[in-house]
């Protein structure tokens, strides 16, 4: 094997990148090492460009194998690798929007980005990914303007920010970090960001983006330096002209109209029309000219040119709003169905959206068994975008990666102000349908979701609120920065900027971007524009709801918690679970025990109260001196047995049942008789209990003369 190896040092540990010709079909391959974690990446572009295609074909894929965790999950019966997990999805996503941007748009061959990860320790293999990736595409011969860089950074169980800090620390409980942030950029600039925190102030997260810009940067020299040694030369990719008679065609008969429909009002309705126009007109002169040929282009990029200028020259957008001007706000707190355990209905101009809580018990949190993590969560947030949302018919059914993502986003930004397990024991679950889509939807989820929670009552720290920021940027003095961007500054503004939080702070972020990448104090900017919105959503939802109801639902099921001695955990359990199923038979009820010994009861109609009963009275442990009362169930010469409850005897000897002297247990004891006893001894060996009935009640029995 031919091998070359470089190393950096980046966030006190060293990355090496190992080119070898392991993989050597592919167009570039590179295995990058960071501590005992390694990713293969490789790149990949067609040979031929794919005629009729409307867009670049980038896909990437972040391919989790169980080998590199030294594990063998699945099922019993299937034991190879099926779909991605969630996590698997999210790391295709981080990369996938890093990269794209740099490509350029027009090309239309194919390009396939592949990373998989070939082992893992603590370290985050989504990090990896991304340089790896960077990486490949930089040595190969496939037209792309990189590198970037990509670290992790955030305040964790200090004041002080980490540069890529070990998993662990990131996923403990009990660190309760202050904020992390997934960082990629380019020469100074941002171009992707995934982050959550816990109401962490704007300033926090711009000081922290400029520390994960150094560190990039060198991300940056180090693949720079490799490439001028050993990077191909670049594939030359022709461009098929503009015909100058369609270019004379457009500026005569659409140019004119375009300024009207860009700026007709909400929406596309206008500027699609006239698009369709246009195609046509291309179709009707130019029979030669093939589906999306230059002149399709030709329609984007004037109307992004109109868009940039009105915006930059004269703080004019396609609805008439002001640059930080929201759209007309909805908010609904219940009011669909008393069956549901919490809902809210979110507007924000032409986005709707409907967010359905669902409460339950401990037994219904969500195991997540990946390469690192094997965690439970209590937590979950799942987004969904139908076709009509957006007008259009498709496919429906398979959740894609879109709405993977857009569901992890908003579930991070509403699990930062989620009450604790010990405050509120709940499995909770939010499913938002996006039910009409004019610009970010995950937003209004976010929001949607909030007012779901409060109405179903749960205990939340305070309201959350989310909004996507756009920009129109011609260079760092040149640029304007826009409000709840929606319809043509979504498909042709400079980034996408997602930013939740509470009045005091921020959440959860995402920043997705189509050019190389934005300056730092734009993205500051940003955040502080961001944050007057924020709380004007807030204010509207507080209007519709002020505080989380007293009560959850009454459909939703009871949840009792109770503590035994973890010793008695094997007891309540019983071989092969049979005591505990019997319970759950008896009962009607779900029983999840804690290695602590905490005990969940969830139920209705009281059976969770009855599960509590019988697990109370089967772990019950009897100190001497506590008093009670207990049916009499055997009797013999030297005294009778107790029963203190279905799970426990005691025994009262003949000169503990009464404070005159007895000839025989019988003259005054019937089975079946309820009596007082006072514990008065425990053997500690056996478990036996000594009982007194005239110390518990010297007057329960009158003498009568021994009789």
């Known amino acids: 094997m031919q091998k070359k190896e470089y190393s950096v040092e980046i966030g006190g540990k060293t990355l090496t990148a190992i080119f070898s010709d392991l993989a050597e079909q592919a167009h570039?391959?590179?295995?990058?090492?960071?501590?005992?974690?390694?990713?293969?990446?490789?790149?990949?572009?067609?040979?031929?460009?794919?005629?009729?295609?409307?867009?670049?074909?980038?896909?990437?894929?972040?391919?989790?194998?169980?080998?590199?965790?030294?594990?063998?999950?699945?099922?019993?019966?299937?034991?190879?690798?099926?779909?991605?997990?969630?996590?698997?999805?999210?790391?295709?996503?981080?990369?996938?929007?890093?990269?794209?941007?740099?490509?350029?748009?027009?090309?239309?061959?194919?390009v396939q980005v592949i990373v998989t990860v070939l082992s893992v320790d603590d370290n985050d293999p989504t990090i990896l990914a991304v340089n790896a990736a960077s990486l490949a595409l930089l040595v190969s011969n496939i037209p792309w303007n990189g590198p970037v860089g990509c670290v992790r950074i955030g305040k964790y169980d200090s004041e002080d920010l980490k540069i890529n800090p070990a998993q662990s620390l990131r996923v403990n409980e009990e660190t309760q970090y202050k904020f992390d942030m997934t960082v990629c950029g380019k020469n100074g600039h941002?171009?992707?960001?995934?982050?959550?925190?816990?109401?962490?102030?704007?300033?926090?997260?711009?000081?922290?983006?400029?520390?994960?810009?150094?560190?990039?940067?060198?991300?940056?020299?180090?693949?720079?330096?490799?490439?001028?040694?050993?990077?191909?030369?670049?594939?030359?990719?022709?461009?098929?002209?503009?015909?100058?008679?369609?270019?004379?065609?457009?500026?005569?008969?659409?140019?004119?109209?375009?300024?009207?429909?860009?700026?007709?009002?909400?929406?596309?309705?206008?500027?699609?029309?006239?698009?369709?126009?246009?195609?046509?007109?291309?179709?009707?002169?130019?029979?030669?000219?093939?589906?999306?040929?230059?002149?399709?282009?030709?329609?984007?990029?004037?109307?992004?040119?109109?868009?940039?200028?009105?915006?930059?020259?004269?703080?004019?957008?396609?609805?008439?709003?002001?640059?930080?001007?929201?759209?007309?706000?909805?908010?609904?707190?219940?009011?669909?169905?008393?069956?549901?355990?919490?809902?809210?209905?979110?507007?924000?101009?032409?986005?709707?959206?409907?967010?359905?809580?669902?409460?339950?018990?401990?037994?219904?949190?969500?195991?997540?068994?990946?390469?690192?993590?094997?965690?439970?969560?209590?937590?979950?947030?799942?987004?969904?975008?139908?076709?009509?949302?957006?007008?259009?018919?498709?496919?429906?059914?398979?959740?894609?990666?879109?709405?993977?993502?857009?569901?992890?986003?908003?579930?991070?930004?509403?699990?930062?102000?989620?009450?604790?397990?010990?405050?509120?024991?709940?499995?909770?679950?939010?499913v938002s349908e996006s039910m009409a889509s004019n610009g970010s939807t995950s937003q209004a989820s976010i929001?949607?979701?909030?007012?779901?929670?409060?109405?179903?009552?749960?205990?939340?720290?305070?309201?959350?609120?989310?909004?996507?920021?756009?920009?129109?940027?011609?260079?760092?003095?040149?640029?304007?920065v826009l409000t709840d961007i929606q319809g043509p500054e979504d498909h042709h503004g400079d980034m996408d900027f997602k930013i939740a939080g509470t009045r005091e702070g921020v959440t959860a972020i995402q920043l997705d971007v189509k050019v190389e990448g934005v300056p730092i104090k734009i993205l500051g900017e940003a955040m502080m524009q961001s944050k007057k919105a924020r709380v004007a959503i807030i204010d509207r939802i507080e209007k519709e709801i002020e505080k989380p109801r007293a009560n959850i639902s009454v459909n939703a099921p009871k949840i009792l918690i109770i503590k035994i001695n973890p010793e008695k955990i094997g007891l309540v359990i019983g071989g092969g679970g049979k005591t505990i199923k019997e319970i759950k038979e008896k009962s009607g009820a779900e029983i999840t025990i804690e290695d602590d010994g905490t005990v969940y009861l969830t139920g209705k109609d009281g059976s969770a109260e009855k599960a509590k009963t019988i697990v109370e009275e089967m772990t019950h442990e009897f100190k001497v001196?506590?008093?009670?009362?207990?049916?009499?169930?055997?009797?013999?010469?030297?005294?009778?047995?107790?029963?203190?409850?279905?799970?426990?005897?005691?025994?009262?000897?003949?000169?503990?049942?009464?404070?005159?002297?007895?000839?025989?247990?019988?003259?005054?004891?019937?089975e079946g008789m309820i009596v007082p006893v006072k514990v008065i001894n425990i053997d500690p060996e056996r478990g036996r209990i000594g009982l007194s009935i005239k110390e518990a009640d010297k007057d329960f029995f009158k003498n009568n003369g021994g009789k």
């Open 28 to 110: 570039g391959s590179v295995i990058l090492k960071y501590g005992e974690t390694i990713v293969l990446a490789t790149a990949c572009m067609s040979k031929d460009s794919q005629a009729g295609l409307g867009f670049f074909n980038l896909t990437v894929d972040y391919v989790e194998k169980f080998y590199a965790a030294g594990k063998i999950l699945g099922s019993r019966f299937v034991r190879r690798e099926g779909k991605p997990s969630e996590e698997a999805v999210l790391g295709s996503r981080v990369i996938d929007r890093t990269l794209r941007p740099l490509f350029d748009q027009s090309m239309r061959h194919a």
């Open 447 to 480: 929001c949607a979701g909030i007012l779901a929670l409060m109405d179903g009552g749960v205990p939340i720290k305070a309201p959350v609120a989310g909004i996507a920021m756009g920009l129109m940027y011609e260079d760092d003095n040149k640029y304007k």
């Open 190 to 430: 941002i171009n992707m960001i995934e982050a959550s925190a816990r109401q962490a102030k704007e300033a926090e997260l711009e000081e922290a983006l400029k520390v994960a810009s150094v560190e990039i940067a060198k991300l940056e020299d180090f693949q720079k330096k490799i490439a001028k040694e050993i990077g191909k030369d670049k594939r030359i990719i022709e461009k098929e002209a503009l015909l100058e008679e369609s270019v004379k065609l457009f500026n005569e008969k659409i140019l004119p109209k375009m300024d009207k429909a860009i700026f007709e009002g909400p929406g596309k309705a206008e500027i699609d029309a006239l698009h369709t126009e246009w195609n046509q007109m291309v179709k009707d002169n130019y029979l030669d000219r093939k589906e999306f040929a230059p002149e399709d282009n030709l329609f984007d990029d004037t109307e992004n040119e109109i868009l940039h200028k009105k915006a930059i020259e004269e703080d004019k957008r396609a609805d008439g709003r002001k640059m930080d001007e929201l759209r007309d706000l909805y908010a609904q707190a219940g009011g669909l169905s008393s069956q549901l355990h919490g809902s809210g209905i979110f507007y924000r101009g032409g986005t709707h959206v409907l967010s359905v809580l669902t409460l339950g018990g401990p037994e219904e949190r969500n195991l997540v068994d990946g390469l690192q993590l094997k965690v439970e969560k209590r937590f979950m947030h799942h987004y969904n975008f139908p076709p009509y949302s957006s007008g259009e018919v498709g496919r429906f059914g398979m959740t894609n990666r879109r709405e993977v993502g857009h569901g992890a986003l908003a579930e991070k930004a509403l699990a930062m102000v989620l009450p604790s397990v010990e405050e509120f024991p709940y499995t909770m679950r939010i």
């Open 625 to 670: 001196g506590e008093v009670l009362k207990g049916e009499i169930v055997k009797i013999a010469d030297f005294g009778a047995f107790v029963a203190l409850n279905p799970f426990t005897d005691g025994m009262v000897h003949i000169s503990e049942i009464a404070p005159f002297r007895v000839e025989r247990v019988s003259d005054i004891i019937k």
